[in-house]
């Protein structure tokens, strides 16, 4: 086989593999969106947040310990304890079933019904406030978050492909457990929504908000849950991208990789977020592994856009969202 | 009390259709551009226009030509940052190639440069509506700055990439490069905001304004009634490209003096002018200044008051800034969504009757 | 607009700055944003130093130093407001610690005659005094950080690099391009094969780098990296199994948090350094003593002999002794500006000076002169040990390729120049 075909599959297989990590973080998006029309520009924030929360639970952290210090004089700084990391993931699902409850009591609903650039701009200004209360919570260092995923050069794989092309490929053993992780997650989301009570009411109030609340479902209880849903979602992904890179602010970036997955995807389809990602993952990796070069490389940014933008050109809803029906 | 219609007469239709029919409205509108123009540059010194009133006037001027797009044509853009990068590459190339032609017409080119930019990306909004065109925008966004990093024509070759702005004068006064007086940057940036406010005002009032807004209220049924949607939208992607490239170009030449495209141009700047009209009230002129004055102000004044006055580590005083602003932004928009300018608009109605109500 | 006006001068007093008099060092720094986690260290080994100085000596020569903080965010119109917000208050230097915010200070401290001294960072060329007359960037710049890494590479390959590989895995942007004409006029001298790939900003996804890496196997690998980058990087090098004994980044790539995140997996990662690394040094037992124990230290204290903290005290000390030499030079304690930068631009830092502040072999011995301002270009390479959880030199501080940079400084600086229309001094 040519030299440059094998390369090239390691590419794909490697862009497949980011591609689950990026659909990881629309699918937050995805869910809020759905069940709310909003598009919740604090996912990543939320992300961070929650990537931090564990870390500082982990660790035995204090929560607001340098506020508290610079008011008191006081020198705390731990609790000289450290939770496993199950427990402290099921403390954070908690903090962040929390901060559901607080964002929709406090913020989303005095904006029942408002136009959707406006519960957008709210989102922003949730961002802006979680951002603040995560710095001041935790601090502003980096922080190793380990909750025992593996990392590092799969060798089966690596000594497999080397016994096939005299070539190993490389894949990543966390993208692995990414991949394996994302598709528990969707398969407990499909199973979660088509066969219990409360994914059944999640469903009929993304259908139509009216009818959902004539035949007696309560919006409060659904948007809770959604934002609970997208807060687990969110600790999915800050864990996964955060064994990755440290626990740090820029986490909260990682929302500008999930934008055009869900362009591409289309912003109410959980399917479509999944393979928006995967075809995003793909084509901007393998643009940069064929193009790239010719053009100067870090083509990804931008290629990741104008990769969904064509699609759109041509399908205006994305490939899997809902077609918008106009009427006058 | 102070706020009168009674008694306002108009006997022409000119009168009736000038920009500010009230006469309480009129000369405060004079009063303000007599203060702006006439006391405050003789007042102010480098920390006030650098750090206050500079960002004020440029980020107005984009946020107008923004509210232009997406406030008053509803075409939602998350590229501003992108557009206001080849505004201010479109200047450097301009000051740098043609030393000996005045700055006035090179901030003015670049704002040209930047329409047509604009109308290229603006293009696919034919098709793609609502929140996917704004992340199509960012497209643009992304893809700007990478030019503008990728290809080093942009910025003459230098070692550094970075692209500085030599010193040009106006009627022999310098208005860019470090020796330039705090006033003289004022009044150059003062000029066109006023410009620019005054030309977006007036589009919006006619027939041109007309169009977009139908466009952004129903495109479908503005199609039937004889608006032309290519035509409303592309002129409305170029005349904001225009504003936006301008405040670009002023952001780099007079302000900064020195710019990066990533750095100063990134995608932070195009969220931050969505918020400013956001904030400030879409389709609405008043609403870009107070967007632009609330998010330029708010965080000066909170450091200020923090760190100077409280003595707080600056750290601390920085996320409470960003808790503050956060919380902010989302009070205001509980209390009321259409922004500033809609609050503004609520008081002068009060006080239209006010003190007698009833 | 009247509330707004009422606003406005409510912010005016509200920015009226320190008392007059006092030797004033304002801090620039960033403890917020993507770039927090280097600017907290940095900003507090500042603070600390000038701390330990007026609690232990009193102050520089019997005037006390401050150090107004401002926090930029590592963004540049913040860094305007706090410029202007401290230039008025008797600002004797400037070091932003943001490659941004010094290009557009460079013409204003210019203009202001306050001088600026941005080490390590900042404009390369600025090294030519004659064109830029406040500006510093000693002891060493990018250009030196690139030369000294392949002359490291050429020790460890035995004397010559013909045929090898060398890659530039850099930040797209002007910091990350700025090695790449050295490199390039090296790879001509030296005779290997050179090629930069770009990562953009964040970069938090390296997977298309890494691979292209693992495809071209490069013999070494040169990292010019801020920021969530460089944990990233050093991850990714650690998954392909590449030798980090090959595997070098400059100074800002090179910190207690760039390689803890990827445990063991980074033991042998190299970094160029222009200072000591470690807190095997007497002044910080006097920082414990005077700064921290005291509850008087910038941050949580927890910082003190991490690289990015050593560098902010490095920082400190230079601003210190050439504030020192400026009293000397004109008889009196209460220097300005001016005499800051006269002080800076004879600068003469000897083992002796860094003994006697307690800090022996911190740094490289150099001194500045008109025409230079970059001093002689030394820096040292420094190895990260995984196990002991630290970093240590291992070599000398050497010089630069001067051959190579000069020219190149020449260029550039001559470029600014024609652009700027600014007259060569120091005749």
């Given at each position: ?14 862009g ?21 029309g ?11 947040f ?8 982990m ?20 609790f ?5 990391a ?12 929390l ?9 989303f ?12 701009m709210?989102t ?7 951002e ?30 080397f ?37 059944r ?39 996964m ?14 929302a ?28 901007e ?44 | ?43 102010v ?17 984009a ?17 501003t ?5 080849v ?43 609502g ?13 700007l700055?990478w030019?503008?990093n ?13 692209i500085n ?9 310098a ?7 705090a ?18 005002r ?9 169009k ?40 780099f ?13 990134g ?22 200044f ?66 007698f109500?009833? | ?8 001068a409510?912010?005016?007093t ?8 006092d ?21 507090d ?6 701390t ?29 407001e ?5 230039k ?23 203009a ?16 030519n ?7 510093f ?17 050429l ?8 045929g090898?590989k ?8 002007a ?11 090296l ?25 292209q ?6 013999d070494y ?18 998954n392909?199994r ?10 800002w ?32 037992d ?14 949580a204290?927890?910082?003190?002999g ?10 400190a000390?230079l ?8 009293q ?5 304690s209460?220097?300005d500006?001016?005499?800051?930068r ?7 830092i000897?083992a ?22 970059g ?11 995984a ?8 070599s ?14 020449d260029?550039?600086s ?14």
């Amino acid at each position: 086989m040519p030299e440059q075909l094998i390369f090239g599959m390691e590419v794909f297989l490697n862009g497949l593999m980011a591609g689950v990590l990026y659909a990881l973080v629309a699918l937050g998006f995805v869910l809020i969106y759905k069940a709310s029309g909003i598009f919740n520009y604090a996912q990543g924030v939320m992300a961070l947040f929650s990537a931090l929360t564990l870390v500082g639970i982990m660790e035995g952290q204090v929560p607001f310990g340098h506020l508290i210090n610079a008011i008191f004089g006081t020198e705390i700084h731990g609790f000289g304890w450290h939770v496993p990391a199950f427990a402290a993931i099921l403390l954070t699902m908690g903090v962040m079933i929390l901060l559901a409850v607080i964002v929709q009591k406090c913020v989303f609903r005095h904006l029942v019904g408002q136009e959707p650039i406006i519960l957008f701009m709210a989102t922003i200004g949730l961002a802006y406030f979680l951002e603040g209360v995560g710095d001041i919570m935790w601090g502003s260092e980096i922080k190793k978050l380990d909750v025992g995923l593996p990392q590092g050069i799969n060798t089966l794989i690596d000594e497999t492909t080397f016994g096939w092309f005299g070539y190993g490929f490389f894949i990543d053993n966390l993208d692995i457990v990414a991949t394996v992780i994302a598709a528990l997650l969707v398969t407990a989301l499909v199973i979660f929504a088509q066969y219990t009570k409360q994914g059944r009411a999640m469903r009929a109030v993304a259908d139509d908000h009216q009818a959902a609340l004539s035949v007696g479902i309560s919006l409060n209880f659904v948007w809770v849950m959604v934002w609970s849903v997208a807060g687990f979602v969110a600790l999915v992904a800050g864990i996964m991208w955060g064994t990755k890179s440290g626990v740090q602010f820029s986490l909260s970036l990682i929302a500008l990789k999930a934008l055009p997955v869900l362009m591409l995807g289309g912003f109410t389809s959980i399917p479509g977020a999944i393979v928006g990602g995967l075809i995003i993952g793909v084509g901007e990796k393998l643009f940069e592994f064929a193009i790239g070069p010719m053009v100067g490389g870090a083509t990804e940014n931008w290629f990741a856009y104008v990769l969904a933008l064509i699609f759109l050109v041509f399908r205006p809803q994305g490939l899997f969202g809902e077609k918008i029906i106009e009427r006058v | 009390m102070f706020y009168r219609e009674a008694g306002d007469f108009k006997t022409s239709y000119k009168e009736d259709n000038q920009t500010f029919p009230i006469k309480f409205d009129r000369y405060r509108y004079y009063a303000v551009m007599f203060l702006a123009f006439a006391v405050v540059p003789f007042i102010v010194n480098d920390y006030w226009v650098n750090a206050i009133f500079l960002p004020f006037l440029i980020y107005s001027i984009a946020a107008i030509g923004l509210n232009i797009l997406t406030g008053y044509c509803g075409q939602v853009s998350l590229g501003t940052g992108g557009f206001m990068a080849v505004g201010a590459y479109a200047c450097y190339k301009l000051m740098t190639v043609f030393p000996e032609v005045s700055i006035i017409i090179h901030v003015l080119l670049a704002g040209g440069v930047t329409a047509f930019v604009c109308i290229l990306f603006g293009l696919p909004s034919l098709r793609i509506k609502g929140f996917y065109l704004a992340v199509a925008t960012l497209a643009a966004q992304f893809f700007l700055v990478w030019l503008f990093n990728r290809v080093p024509w942009f910025y003459n070759y230098s070692a550094s990439g970075q692209i500085n702005s030599p010193e040009r004068t106006v009627l022999d006064i310098a208005v860019t490069g470090p020796n330039t007086d705090a006033w003289a940057k004022y009044m150059f940036c003062l000029v066109f905001l006023t410009f620019c406010a005054l030309v977006a005002r007036n589009l919006t009032r006619g027939s041109v304004g007309r169009k977009w807004m139908a466009i952004r209220d129903m495109d479908i049924a503005a199609e039937i009634i004889g608006v032309n949607p290519l035509k409303a939208k592309i002129s409305a992607f170029g005349v904001s490209g225009f504003f936006v490239g301008i405040a670009g170009a002023l952001l780099f030449a007079v302000y900064l003096g020195a710019a990066e495209a990533g750095d100063s141009f990134g995608i932070t700047k195009s969220f931050l002018v969505l918020f400013m009209i956001i904030i400030g009230g879409l389709g609405s002129i008043f609403g870009s200044f107070a967007g632009a004055a609330f998010l330029v102000l708010l965080p000066v004044l909170l450091k200020n008051v923090l760190v100077g006055t409280l003595g707080w580590p600056t750290d601390l005083a920085a996320h409470f800034e960003f808790i503050i602003v956060g919380g902010l932004i989302i009070t205001f928009l509980i209390l009321e969504p259409h922004g500033l300018a809609q609050l503004w608009r609520v008081a002068k109605e009060k006080l239209r009757l006010w003190p007698f109500p009833h | 607009m009247k509330l707004k006006l009422a606003t406005l001068a409510l912010g005016a007093t509200m920015a009226a700055g320190p008392v007059m008099a006092d030797l004033v060092f304002p801090s620039l720094s960033y403890r917020t944003g993507p770039f927090a986690a280097g600017g907290i260290p940095f900003a507090d080994g500042y603070a600390d130093y000038f701390t330990l100085l007026n609690e232990r000596d009193g102050g520089i020569g019997g005037e006390i130093a401050q150090v107004p903080e401002c926090e930029t965010a590592y963004n540049t119109e913040k860094g305007v407001e706090c410029y202007e917000a401290t230039k008025d208050a008797g600002a004797l230097i400037y070091q932003p610690l943001s490659t941004g915010i010094t290009y557009q200070l460079i013409p204003k401290v210019t203009a202001d005659d306050i001088p600026m001294h941005t080490m390590g960072y900042g404009r390369t060329s600025a090294k030519n005094g004659k064109v830029f007359s406040h500006v510093f960037n000693y002891p060493a710049n990018y250009w030196d950080g690139a030369s000294a890494g392949v002359n490291h590479f050429l020790e460890q390959s035995g004397g010559s690099l013909e045929g090898k590989k060398i890659t530039l895995l850099h930040f797209n942007g002007a910091y990350g391009r700025e090695p790449i004409p050295t490199l390039e006029a090296l790879a001509e001298k030296h005779g290997f094969d050179f090629n930069a790939i770009p990562i953009d900003y964040p970069g938090q996804e390296q997977k298309s780098q890494w691979l292209q890496i693992r495809r071209e196997k490069p013999d070494y690998i040169l990292f010019w990296g801020w920021g969530v980058m460089n944990q990233v990087a050093i991850q990714e090098a650690a998954n392909i199994r590449y030798d980090m004994n090959n595997f070098m980044g400059i100074w800002w790539s090179g910190s207690e948090n760039d390689v803890k995140p990827a445990g063991d997996g980074a033991n042998g990662y190299k970094s160029v350094q222009f200072h000591n690394v470690g807190s095997d040094f007497p002044v910080f037992d006097d920082i414990q003593k005077y700064v921290v124990d005291a509850g008087k230290a910038a941050g949580a204290g927890d910082q003190v002999g991490s690289v990015l903290y050593n560098r902010g005290v490095y920082a400190a000390f230079l601003a210190a002794e050439a504030a020192k030499q400026a009293q000397d030079a004109n008889g009196t304690s209460a220097i300005d500006a001016s005499m800051m930068r006269d002080a800076m631009e004879n600068l003469s830092i000897t083992a002796d000076i860094m003994t006697a502040a307690g800090l022996p072999n911190f740094g490289p011995e150099f001194s500045v002169s008109c025409a230079n301002h970059g001093g002689d270009g030394m820096s040292a390479i420094a190895q990260w040990d995984a196990s002991a959880q630290s970093w240590s030199l291992i070599s000398d501080f050497a010089t630069s390729d001067a051959s190579v940079i000069t020219p190149l400084i020449d260029a550039d600086s001559a470029a600014y120049a024609a652009e700027n229309k600014i007259e060569m001094g120091c005749n």
